[in-house]
């Protein structure tokens, strides 16, 4: 029995998948055709290789997908979906038109009849024909820039394929790639050179002294550490907040983010083995560990604990010495200097030095409470006290 259904090749179609090959060319398919066969009612065809073109073309349109067959890589499956609005017609004979326009594939098609919507019944129609070419990686699909329809098999078959396959979005990271970055990230922040922050206008812990002989660091306040991750103190229970004193020792409250607060006796051999007088550095706020405030006879003082610490002061008219100071309580001993200097007499000549005074020292004394700093002027030409303003900063 003659086969009805059937493609092949067409005699362009074969010189020019040879002529690729050679080449090293591919050859692109865009189209696909379907006629019937000369009548409306669809006439059975029988394709030859030296047709060029259907016997009666009723629509061309895209090509959705083209593929390797699954059990034969030479044969080649086309498929494409005719939309529901276009019909009214059978379909017997297919062709695929590459991107230069010529009819490359041609073949018989099972009789279909294509319905559209006016009759009543339209619906898609999904078309797959196969054909057979002696090296499949010479054919490719020619995207056309237009809409196309995605069938049903081909949906499922990207969706399977997505389902199992280990990496399908590419461009994110992976949990665990995520996970690793966001340590590595943690970690690289955990080293920034920040010291720990108050969160309001002041930049001080609010510590109340209780009347039962017991310290509480209040809610609702918030310490930024390393510059980037917070410790609201709510999320410390009371207990962890509440510490008892005596009234008659001194201490220093401390936060850090490992161990959260701690009071801290300046008597106690662990605070203090080589009992270093209160106001000494090494007591001084660090990148992970922040001295909140001191507790004394004096009562509670809270220490501004900001990532950058400034305050500026100006001399006027120094002769003979003078002494500028002024109370910061920062939780870091500062450093001062100065940073502008204006001869008030205009003798720029020669009152512009700062020279040391009897003691043989400039005489900058600082605490974490007290900002201090002594200047004095002097004539280099007379040789005796000149006149001069000066503006100085402290920072820590």
Known sequence: ??????????????????????????????????????????????????????????????INRIYADSKNENYLAVEAVIPED?????????GIVDDEGD???????????????????GSSLYLKVLFEVSNAENVQLKVDPSVVLASQGFVSDRFNEHLHDSNPHKQYLKKEEY??????????????PIYPEVLNKDHRLTVTKNGNGTITIDKGQVIRWRG???????????????????????????????TGFSLNDLEGNKYNPEKLDEIDKLF???????????????????????????????FINIVDGKSLETRINWSRTPRGY????????????????????AFGEIGIENTRYNAYLKMVSWNQTKGTSGYLSARVRWEA
């Not at 362009?12 to 090959?21: D, F, I, M, R, S």
């Not at 004096?298 to 900001?306: R, V, W």
């Open 338 to 357: 100065v940073v502008g200097m204006h001869d008030p007499d205009n003798n720029v000549k020669t009152d512009y030095g700062i020279v040391p005074d």
């Open 284 to 314: 001084d706020t660090q990148y992970d560990d922040m001295l909140v405030c001191k507790i004394g006879r004096e009562g509670i003082i809270s220490l501004i604990n900001s990532a950058n610490l400034m305050t500026d002061g100006i």
């Open 179 to 192: 996970s690793s970055s966001q340590k590595q990230i943690s970690a690289e922040l955990s080293r920034l």
């Open 228 to 258: 980037h991750k917070d410790f609201p103190t709510e999320n410390y229970t009371e207990a962890q907040r509440t510490f008892n004193i005596d009234n008659n020792k001194t201490y220093h409250l401390r936060w850090s983010p490992d």
């Open 103 to 121: 009819l490359v594939v041609i073949g018989g098609y099972p009789k279909t009849y294509k319905p559209k919507l006016t009759q009543g019944s």
């Open 86 to 94: 276009i019909g009214g017609w059978y379909i017997t004979e297919f």
């Open 1 to 62: 029995m003659e086969q009805q259904f059937y493609s092949l090749l067409t005699q362009v179609g074969k010189a020019k998948v040879v002529n690729y090959h050679v080449l090293g060319k591919t050859l692109n398919l865009s189209k696909i055709q379907v006629g019937d066969g000369g009548d409306k009612k669809g006439k059975e065809v029988f394709p030859t290789e030296d047709d060029t073109q259907l016997v009666n073309l009723r629509w061309e349109g895209n």
